[in-house]
Nanobody
């Protein structure tokens, strides 16, 4: 089992920045991919970004490419999502996820473990 604890959400004005963190514990050696997803009210949970634990390959949704950066610190078992140039449409509950054999990092079904969500609100 892998436990994921997110932090760093909050309220920010449009154009501002926030950094989310997600710290993993447990059988972290089994994880090959960490991901961030988000869910806005009345919408499906959608992919935001992902990173391979080994190698560091990254993946982004088109809607955040160039504004968000995902990174990881394997020594701390922590993955980060740096969010810049935030827009009101980025408002959502953000979830971190981890998976052991994630073939497609952009799909929810590939992830085995999910953290509790953290609210990000961007005011206009």
């Amino acid at each position: 089992q892998v436990q994921l604890v997110p932090s760093g959400g909050g309220l920010v004005q449009a154009g501002g920045s926030l950094r989310l963190s997600c710290t993993a514990s447990g059988r972290t050696f089994s994880v090959d991919t960490f991901g961030w997803f988000r869910q806005a009210p009345g919408k499906e949970r959608e992919f935001v970004a992902a990173i391979r634990r080994i190698g560091g390959n990254t993946f982004y949704a088109d809607s955040v490419k160039g504004r968000f950066t995902i990174s990881r610190d394997n020594a701390k078992n922590t993955v980060y999502l740096q969010m810049n140039s935030l827009k009101p449409e980025d408002t959502a509950v953000y979830y971190c996820a981890a998976g052991s054999q994630v073939l497609n990092p952009r799909t929810r079904s590939g992830y085995d473990y999910w953290g509790q969500g953290t609210q990000v609100t961007v005011s206009s």
